[in-house]
């Protein structure tokens, strides 16, 4: 066992992993942050996404001990200061850009990734970048619509699918 030590949400954490610890069993297990889902354990569907050090990455795919002493973001540290959703949670939420809630850490933290780098994106562009996550339940469209409501655009002429 090794410890590995990184900043978590703005917060020094630290734990005991084997070498072979994958990033997204670290954070559920021993960090007992149980927001970042594991859907597939292969990077296939997305639900484990988190940032780290600024880039979005599949957490299942890399190991904690990668992670010493990086800059890791998760789904819990989405929400604004005052525990209030931010821009892109709250576009979920009134554009029902969630159903069942499995994939929904994933695809926030995608848009998230998104939104940083790309402010306006157009329908084409969210939906290509949300090619990395998988969602059984709501056929994208207003996850779609979501994201691009958190980018300020105007979402009225995204037409379903």
């Not at 149980?34 to 296939?44: A, L």
């Not at 850490?105 to 090619?131: F, H, I, Q, T």
Request: charged residues 15%.
């Amino acid at each position: 066992m090794t410890t590995v030590s990184m900043t978590v949400n703005g917060r020094p954490m630290s734990g005991e992993a084997e070498g072979r610890t994958l990033l997204s069993s670290f954070l559920r297990e021993t960090l007992e942050l149980t927001g970042t889902h594991v859907g597939c354990d292969t990077g296939q569907c997305g639900a484990c996404t988190v940032h780290v050090n600024g880039k979005s990455v599949k957490s299942c795919n890399m190991l904690a001990m990668e992670a010493e002493g990086a800059e890791v973001s998760t789904i819990e540290g989405q929400a604004e200061a005052d525990g209030s959703l931010n821009a892109i949670q709250a576009a979920f939420q009134e554009h029902h850009g969630l159903q069942c809630g499995f994939c929904t850490p994933g695809m926030v933290m995608s848009a998230a990734a998104l939104l940083k780098d790309n402010p306006r994106p157009s329908e084409a562009e969210v939906r290509k970048y949300l090619s990395g996550n998988l969602c059984r339940c709501t056929g994208y469209h207003n996850i779609v619509k979501a994201i691009m409501a958190a980018s300020g655009q105007d979402v009225s002429a995204i037409a379903a699918e």
